[in-house]
């Protein structure tokens, strides 16, 4: 099979984006209303790996590089719970710049897994995510306006993907969206729950 190219991204947030969502299903249908609940587990200790859980699968991406003001991110590893206390080391804890507490099982259940070694680790925090998103195509690339609630906070985030650059920034400027900071889910998980301090 074809390795798939990661993706340029923007992402914006805001409490509501009136214009821009205007805006993009003027200029194109809606093409998918997805909802997922999910698990994101956040480290003090770092922001280059974004890690989430969902249906019991666990999936890390790496930053990889900035250009032209959108992010790239990459696949650093993917796994289903239960899962193996050695892998958990070498790999999760590893993705979260932390040390993995003394194992005291062979492999865990994700509950265990939260319960055990993420919930009572100072540096870590698991974050319930729910998402209802709204697929759109706009120049080409990938875009989507989606209802986010993080830890029962409510936003909406809106997002253009593409291998794509001038076509990303294209999009930007047709929806509005140039005057936003780029901000990926990790970063706006740490705002949201006071990890990092919102820009002055």
């Not at 032209?68 to 590893?77: A, D, H, Q, T, V």
């Not at 507490?101 to 995510?129: G, I, N």
């Not at 593409?162 to 076509?167: G, H, K, L, M, R």
Request: proline residues 6%; positive net charge.
């Amino acid at each position: 099979m074809a390795k798939i190219k990661p993706r340029f991204e923007f992402r914006a947030w805001a409490r509501n984006f009136g214009l821009v969502e205007t805006r993009m299903r003027a200029l194109s249908p809606c093409e998918q209303i997805r909802e997922s609940t999910e698990v994101y587990v956040i480290s003090r200790a770092n922001d280059l790996n974004n890690t989430k859980i969902r249906d019991r699968l666990i999936d890390i991406k790496v930053f990889v590089r900035r250009k032209k003001g959108l992010e790239l991110w990459s696949p650093r590893m993917k796994g289903e719970f239960p899962m193996a206390s050695g892998v958990l080391k070498n790999d999760v804890f590893a993705a979260f710049g932390v040390d993995m507490p003394a194992a005291v099982r062979d492999s865990y259940t994700l509950k265990q897994f939260l319960d055990e070694l993420v919930r009572p680790h100072p540096q870590l925090v698991a974050v319930r995510v729910f998402k209802r998103r709204f697929a759109f195509t706009i120049n080409g690339c990938i875009a989507e306006i989606a209802e986010i609630e993080i830890n029962g906070a409510g936003l909406q985030t809106a997002a253009v993907e593409s291998v794509d650059i001038p076509a990303i920034l294209k999009a930007k400027e047709m929806l509005g969206l140039d005057p936003y900071e780029n901000v990926n889910y990790l970063r706006a998980i740490k705002r949201v729950i006071g990890m990092e301090p919102l820009p002055v």
